[in-house]
């Protein structure tokens, strides 16, 4: 059983592995075309693309409530319950736009104290604006999201993901430098090709839902009005899922606000290393989310041996996998930073710090795993006060103090204190995953 388990969570991560470096490739998109157009227009993709991200992470994050709720109903083989759920999804990300719309359209509040240079200033304004109009379809398509998750349909995302990714290349590059709309746009183009491509991907998915065959589910006969009761239950294990991304997410994007003092070597060094990591955390996370899924359905169907089986396997294959990743990581360091830069001393402040997230590869992919399965078992908000305590408590406060108080080691404190974070969240987590299993097995 465990090698079957184990085929199948890896057959399942694998399109979702895709589909989110599909993702992130539209973020490179940008920053590779807007390098080419201008430094201001890069300065404001950089930084409103942090903000954005973390906006769309955060209310995404509470629509993820979704898969755990329908996968219980599809693994207890109530089918006829599962539409129902995602109408009320959909509805909810309709709610959860307003206020992230209002937030993007009105950025005030993070960038008044930056007091950054005003041309910058003014293109991440305008970036950002024109980003609010892509917020409804982006959370509608994170709801469609988290339900293909649910009922094991993951290619479809895989799919939409890479064909979302080629035209973004294409229009991002036609609009910012080439003038399609009659003049080069810069950062502006990027933002409305994003704004195109993410409403797109949203009618894809309708139709989808419609004719594909999670049409058997009849996902828009019978649309029901907003539901509390649904709500309540979404919203109960999804504020915490959402707010946890939040946490997680800033906890790496906030820490080039801390060390900007060190100098534009030190922070270039940082955001190259930076951008490796996210890149090898989709592994684990993908690992995760195909966790999530099959968990999620052995115990709504009370199939405890194989809830069992699917926990040790993703724990498995998530540690093993990355131990792996992280010895590449080790001895390709130099290899893997020369692409991103030309300057010597940029290439050996990140060579310096790879160390740090091969070495922690190994502890973030067990807490990944972890966190992704007590989802399943609905158990959400501890696990916000572990992340929470262990990534802005020990990874941000306690990397400021070894970066500027402590032994003062620069930079390198950060990412010390991530390794540290990150080791204390695995081993929180994961007796706290071995409790939650226990008490959903006593439980008649």
């Known amino acids: 059983m465990p090698f079957s388990v184990a085929r199948g969570l890896l057959a399942h991560a694998f399109p979702v592995l895709i589909a989110q470096l599909a993702s992130i490739g539209m973020m490179v998109v940008d920053t590779a075309v807007l390098g080419h157009v201008s430094p201001l227009d890069l300065a404001a ?35 006829g319950e599962v539409a129902g759920v995602l109408q009320q999804g959909f509805w909810l990300a309709l709610l959860l736009s307003l206020p992230g719309v209002l937030f993007l359209t009105h950025p005030g509040v993070v960038l008044d104290p930056a007091g950054m240079d005003a041309a910058v200033d003014a293109k991440v304004r305008e970036y950002l604006g024109l980003l609010a ?68 991907a949203c009618l894809v998915a309708a139709f989808y839902l419609a004719r594909g065959p999670l049409g058997r589910y009849r996902p828009f006969a019978g649309w029901r009005a907003p539901d509390w009761p649904t709500w309540r239950e979404l919203l109960r294990l999804g504020v915490p899922m959402g707010f946890s991304n939040l946490v997680e997410i800033t906890a790496f994007t906030l820490v080039a606000l801390f060390i900007a003092s060190l100098g534009a070597t030190v922070v270039a060094g940082h955001r190259i290393v930076a951008n490796l990591s996210a890149l090898v955390y989709m592994l684990p996370l993908s690992l995760g989310i195909a966790t999530l899924s099959a968990l999620g359905q052995s115990v709504g169907a009370r199939d405890w041996p194989v809830a069992r089986a699917t926990v040790q396997a993703g724990l498995l ?105 990150l080791v204390l969240a695995a081993g929180l987590l994961l007796p706290l995953l071995r409790k939650a299993m226990q008490a959903a097995e006593s439980n008649p």
């Open 317 to 421: 294959l998530a540690g093993g996998l990355s131990l792996l990743s992280g010895l590449l990581l080790w001895l390709a360091a130099a290899p893997l930073v020369a692409p991103y830069t030309d300057d010597p001393a940029v290439r050996d402040v990140a060579v310096g710090l790879v160390a740090y997230v091969a070495i922690y590869q190994f502890f973030d992919a067990l807490q990944t795993v972890a966190g992704h399965a007590l989802r399943a078992y609905r158990v959400t908000f501890v696990p916000m006060l572990v992340q929470t305590f262990c990534f802005w408590g020990v990874g941000l406060l306690g990397g400021a103090w070894l970066c500027y108080r402590g032994p003062q080691l620069g930079v390198a404190g950060f990412w010390l204190a991530a390794v540290l974070s």
């Open 133 to 200: 109009w892509s917020l409804p379809a982006a959370l509608a398509y994170r709801t469609f999201y988290a339900f293909c998750n649910a009922l094991g349909r993951p290619r479809v995302l895989m799919a939409i993901g890479l064909v979302a990714l080629a035209v973004h290349a294409v229009l991002a590059w036609g609009f910012a430098q080439q003038g399609w709309l009659g003049a080069p746009t810069g950062v502006a183009g990027c933002a409305l090709s994003n704004v195109l491509i993410g409403w797109s």
């Open 45 to 79: 993709v950089a930084i409103g693309g942090g903000i954005h991200v973390s906006v769309v992470f955060a209310l995404a994050g509470i629509l993820q409530a979704v898969a755990p709720v329908v996968a219980h109903l599809h693994g207890a083989r109530r089918d």
